[in-house]
């Protein structure tokens, strides 16, 4: 075949024309041929005991860069979730092999469906295959073994565990009050020099006070103003302290007149010379106080010697106290004391009234009065909300849930006319009268066991039996409810008027009834409590949020 330059031309240039749709096709075909993911489920047992553990495993093959999310939570009800293991990731060129496995239980005997579970990839959700797994009990010889009737319940004491901890607690904090007070109130603390020169006596203080003036240092730095105002306080401290002579607000004449009338009444037996002597010390004192005087080093020296006979001589020429003033002295020291005392006494009290105070203000802004309140003096539900709570499962079909107390089995005698509907009746209940609050649950085993249940008669049943008890003004209303694990039922809610046990008081109060059922069963939940009480609110919501049922029979 002969091409010839024009034709070979020709195609080159059509092949340019072709070459950007050629490749592109050729792009979506690359894309077109990546693979889809493929899911693959198994379970390494499909028959296990009470108690045992099957493993689901699902394999998911899916391309490098595609995202996956797996089932997490209690999502394999009505079988429960022990433990999702790590993901194990197999690579393969540019494919991703991933296996995940979960342990499942069970813990009451029965055929159950492990459900379809979701799984997405690139946010498009994948349904896995269900499966059914059986548990059966385990088998007891009933040959060679002795069967006994089932226990009755018995009560059993509660923990002090809260209350010792509390107590403990308290007087933690009342010791370390009382060590405060005993360190800064009741403590005799060590008494400084100040201290000891001023609880000496007032002749003893005197000459003390001159001995220190002797080695001071205001005559050597010129400070005479200084040195004769202490030596003037010193001598006129002890006259009225001593001598009982008002000398501290007296002027030097004033001072002199009194003593010079105490020597003439015989109350003071001082010389002429003793009191001259004191006056032109006063005097001088004056001078260098109020005239800028500056006497000499030894002028000034010399009258301190002069100061402390007057002292002396001031102190021999006193008459000895009568044994009425020793008395009256003596009284007057206890009466001192017994006022220290009750001064320290009443800082003591200010001071743990203002701990208290202060205590029940930080608690009061950081929790709450009203919560401290009830915490102090107590408040029943509130006792139950911070109590230890109680799982488990109540009746067949089983109702499981979360409460404070164990709910006790109540005795349900059936009326003649209602066993030809109802198989059996199990129901169990908690009551706490103090604060209104009631929960129970009921389980209805239908003896038909195609029949579905009639909800609307349960509630009128419900309403009607609060009616008998004294209930009054009873609102209804109702909305879809969904346990943790997606299981519908049916919640009617609403408040009303209820009775006070033990009276004819009526109270407000709220009610809340859950119901679930299906062929041949049904389940419900009753709770009631007082109105506006916050604990118990909280309280019915957590027994709510932990509500699970069994969908089959």
Same mark, same amino acid.
């Given at each position: 075949m002969i091409i010839t330059n024009r034709t070979f031309i020709n195609g080159v240039s059509r092949l340019k024309r072709i070459s950007p749709l050629f490749v592109c096709l050729l792009f979506i075909y690359e894309l077109s041929a990546q693979e889809p993911p493929t899911i693959k489920t198994e379970v390494d047992t499909t028959f296990i005991k009470i108690g045992e553990q099957v493993q689901w495993k699902v394999t998911?093959?899916?391309?490098?860069?595609?995202?996956?999310?797996?089932?997490?939570?209690?999502?394999?009800?009505?079988?429960?979730?022990?433990?999702?293991?790590?993901?194990?990731?197999?690579?393969?060129?540019?494919?991703?092999?991933?296996?995940?496995?979960?342990?499942?239980?069970?813990?009451d005997s029965g055929a159950y469906k492990l459900p379809a579970q979701r799984i997405d990839i690139n946010g498009v959700g994948f349904m896995t295959d269900s499966s059914l797994i059986n548990v059966a009990t385990i088998p007891v010889?009933?040959?060679?073994?002795?069967?006994?009737?089932?226990?009755?319940?018995?009560?059993?004491?509660?923990?002090?565990?809260?209350?010792?901890?509390?107590?403990?607690?308290? =007087?933690?904090? %009342?010791?370390?009050? @009382?060590? !405060?007070?005993?360190?800064?109130?009741?403590? /005799?603390?060590?008494?400084?020099?100040?201290?000891?020169?001023a609880l000496l006596p007032p002749y003893d203080r005197a000459l003390l006070e001159?001995?220190?003036?002797?080695?001071?240092?205001y005559l050597i730095q010129d400070e005479y103003k200084e040195y004769y105002s202490e030596l003037t306080t010193i001598v006129r401290s002890y006259l009225e302290e001593d001598a009982h002579v008002t000398a501290m607000e007296s002027t030097t004449g004033q001072l002199i007149?009194? =003593?010079?009338? %105490?020597?003439?009444? @015989?109350? !003071?037996?001082?010389?002429?010379?003793?009191? /001259?002597?004191?006056?032109?010390?006063?005097?001088?004192?004056?001078?260098?106080?109020?005239a800028k005087n500056k006497p000499s080093t030894s002028v000034a020296e010399q009258d301190r010697k002069l100061v402390e006979q007057i002292v002396v001589k001031t102190h021999d020429a006193l008459p000895e106290p009568t044994e009425e003033e020793l008395l009256e002295q003596a009284e007057y020291q206890e009466e001192l004391e017994r006022r220290a005392k009750k001064k320290k006494i009443k800082i003591a009290a200010i001071s743990a009234v203002a701990v208290i105070l202060i205590g029940i203000t930080v608690a009061g802004v950081k929790f709450g009065f009203g919560y401290l309140k009830d915490t102090v003096l107590g408040h029943p539900t509130k006792e139950l909300l911070e109590g230890e709570w109680v799982r488990s499962s109540y009746g067949f079909p089983p109702i499981e849930l979360e409460t404070p107390q164990v709910l006790v089995r109540q005795k349900i005698k059936l009326p003649a006319e209602a066993k030809a509907e109802i198989a059996d009746i199990q129901a169990f209940e908690f009551s706490n009268p103090a604060g209104l609050f009631t929960v129970g649950t009921t389980s209805v085993t239908l003896a038909q066991q195609d029949v579905e249940p009639d909800f609307e008669k349960t509630i009128e049943q419900i309403l009607a039996n609060f009616e008998s008890q004294g209930a009054k003004n009873?609102?209804?209303?109702?909305?879809?409810?969904?346990?943790?694990?997606?299981?519908?039922?049916?919640?009617?809610?609403?408040?009303?008027?209820?009775?006070?046990?033990?009276?004819?008081?009526?109270?407000?109060g709220e009610y809340s009834v859950i119901l679930f059922g299906g062929k041949g069963f049904q389940q419900y939940i009753i709770l009631t409590w007082l109105e506006d009480d916050t604990y118990a609110q909280e309280t019915v919501d957590r027994i709510l949020a932990s509500v699970e049922v069994k969908t089959e029979v």
């Open positions: 998911i093959d899916i391309d490098s860069t595609d995202f996956v999310i797996f089932p997490e939570g209690q999502t394999f009800s009505p079988l429960e979730t022990v433990e999702a293991f790590a993901t194990d990731t197999t690579r393969k060129k540019d494919r991703l092999t991933l296996q995940k496995i979960y342990a499942l239980t069970q813990f010889d009933t040959l060679n073994q002795k069967m006994y009737d089932i226990k009755p319940l018995i009560n059993v004491e509660k923990s002090n565990y809260a209350f010792w901890k509390y107590l403990l607690i308290g =007087l933690l904090v %009342l010791l370390i009050l @009382g060590g !405060l007070l005993y360190w800064f109130v009741f403590r /005799k603390k060590p008494l400084t020099e100040e201290e000891k020169v001159l001995k220190q003036l002797e080695n001071s240092k007149e009194k =003593l010079e009338l %105490l020597r003439d009444a @015989g109350e !003071l037996n001082l010389e002429d010379d003793t009191i /001259k002597q004191f006056k032109q010390i006063l005097q001088t004192a004056d001078l260098v106080k109020f009873i609102i209804t209303k109702q909305e879809a409810f969904y346990t943790i694990s997606g299981v519908k039922g049916l919640k009617v809610f609403g408040n009303g008027e209820f009775t006070v046990p033990g009276s004819d008081e009526l109270i407000e």
